[in-house]
C-alpha cells in the first residue's frame, strides 16, 4: 500500500513529471490520426487495447502460460492511447497520476478504498 510518504517522494522526484510529460509529448508526436477525431480515436484505442491485456491474461486460463512480455507490451499500447488522450484533452500525464494517486490515499485514510463509486 502506498502512504503519505510515498506521494510525497514521487512528488520530490521531479523528474518524474518530466518524464511523464516528455513521454506524453513524444508520444503524440507519433499521432496519426486526424484532429477531427481527437479524444474519440484515442479512447476507443484505449479500450481495444485494455481488451488485449485481457485477452493475454486470459490465455493464461485457456492455455496455463503467461507470457509477461506480451502483457506488458499491450500495457505499453494503452500507455499511448492514454498519453494520446491527455494530449487530446489538453491535461498532463503528470497531473492525472499525482490527482489519482492522492485521491487513492485519500480514500485508503478514509477506510474507502473498497467498495464503488467514483466520489468515495
Ligand atoms: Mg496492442
Not at 497531473?95 to 487513492?104: C, D, R, S, T, V
Request: charged content about 30%; glycine content about 6%.
Amino acid at each position: 500500500m502506498i502512504s503519505q510518504d510515498d506521494i510525497d517522494a514521487f512528488k520530490r522526484f521531479n523528474d518524474t513529471d518530466y518524464l511523464m510529460n516528455e513521454y506524453q509529448s513524444m508520444a503524440a508526436s507519433t499521432a496519426i490520426y486526424k484532429q477531427e477525431h481527437a479524444v474519440i480515436y484515442p479512447a476507443l484505442g484505449l479500450a481495444a487495447e485494455a481488451g488485449e491485456v485481457a485477452n493475454k491474461v486470459k490465455k493464461i486460463m485457456r492455455d496455463g502460460t503467461f507470457d509477461r512480455k506480451a502483457i506488458a507490451d499491450e500495457i505499453g499500447d494503452c500507455l499511448w492511447y492514454i498519453a494520446a488522450l491527455c494530449r487530446d484533452l489538453n491535461v498532463d500525464l503528470s497531473m492525472i497520476a499525482n490527482e489519482n494517486l492522492e485521491k487513492l490515499y485519500s480514500r485508503k485514510q478514509r477506510g474507502k478504498l473498497s467498495g464503488s463509486g467514483d466520489n468515495r
